[in-house]
């Protein structure tokens, strides 16, 4: 998908902002099926400009937006009807058909996660995942509410959109995986009972592990491994929380990290190129992360495991 574009009654403004940079979109992808079409999320935030429009929709898919700071009402355009927008609060979650194209006039600053979910993206996952009784998501457009769980997976994003490069795709396509399977839960028509599978077999298990580890370095998608083991990226994730009892994405963290638990007890290469081995972006990356695991910094558990040390060196 593309980033929201500027309506043509405000082509007289779109020069401003792309300028200043009062409307940014940072996107994230993840293909879960095999049909091309892609679940995306993305934050945008805007400052306040005067009669500045946002233009989007226009394509089949559900959208849901979580409200990061409060908005005042305000006005959108649906084809030829005005529609009158309550004020948002903080964390509330709107969900809207995008099928009609609709044109937004921003006069407030907005800091909003969108999660853009086509509905052949959807119906393929649904499929994947085993729901053949399922038909679509039932909600009546401009639906809003807040829930707890549709807040902590906007918030869990946060990280990932503020540094897209640094995001791992297999953290991203987990969230996603199971922001479709809570929607489906909550809104889902027709859905069967007992549609939960078991977990992975043996051979599926190693083979996903051999995969991770074969090179800490090299991203890897939740697809990928799905693949790998001839499921559906959403039974895979699924399936491997049941065998393993954590989301792959967290036993690739923990993996990365023993690896630099080695190397650090080695004592002979700076945190920099520890960093770097064992697939974290930067030092400070690989900082951020040890010390949430390990609850030291890398330099402080060296030093308190550190062996074989050749005298009169000290590790940068």
């Known amino acids: 998908m593309q980033p929201p574009a500027l309506s043509a009654s405000s082509a007289s403004n779109a020069r401003s902002v792309a300028e200043t940079n009062f409307i940014s979109a940072t996107i994230l992808h993840s293909q879960l099926t095999d049909d091309g079409e892609r679940l995306s999320v993305r934050r945008t935030t805007c400052d306040a400009l005067p009669d500045v429009e946002m233009g989007y929709g226009g394509i089949d ?12 009402a305000c006005t959108m355009q649906q084809g030829r009807r005005m529609l009158q927008l309550e ?14 194209p609709c044109v937004w006039r921003i006069v407030h600053p907005v800091d909003i996660i969108s999660f853009e979910l086509p ?11 085993g729901l053949r009784g399922f038909h679509g998501l039932d909600y009546e457009s401009g639906l809003t ?3 707890d769980v549709i807040t ?31 929607l489906v839960r909550i809104m889902g028509r027709e859905l069967p009972d007992g549609w939960r599978r ?10 996903a592990k051999e995969m991770m580890e074969a090179d800490l370095r090299a991203p890897v998608t939740l697809k990928e491994l799905a693949d790998a083991c001839g499921l559906s990226a959403a039974h895979f994730a699924r399936a491997f929380r049941q065998s393993v009892g954590e989301p792959p994405h967290r036993w690739l963290t923990r993996r990365r990290v023993e690896l630099a ?3 650090l007890t080695a004592g002979e290469l700076p945190l920099a190129d520890i960093a770097l081995r064992c697939g974290f972006s930067d030092q ?13 910094s890398p330099g402080v558990w060296r030093r308190a495991h550190q062996r074989d040390v050749v005298p009169g060196r000290r590790p940068v």
Request: hydrophobic share 45%.
């Open 61 to 72: 898919a559900h959208l849901a937006r979580l409200y990061l700071q409060p908005t005042p």
């Open 284 to 296: 400070s990356h690989f900082t951020q992360v040890f010390s949430r695991l390990c609850g030291q």
């Open 145 to 147: 509410m807040i829930d």
């Open 152 to 182: 902590h997976f906007g918030l869990a994003l946060m990280a990932p959109l503020a540094t897209p490069g640094r995001a791992p795709a297999l953290f991203v396509d987990y969230i996603l995986n199971a922001f479709c399977t809570y």
């Open 87 to 100: 004020p948002r609060a903080p964390m509330e979650c709107s969900f809207r058909d995008m099928r009609d």
């Open 119 to 129: 509905r052949g993206a959807m119906a393929h996952w649904a499929r994947d995942a």
């Open 261 to 263: 638990k080695a190397l």
């Open 198 to 207: 078991g977990g992975l077999a043996l051979w599926q298990e190693r083979r």
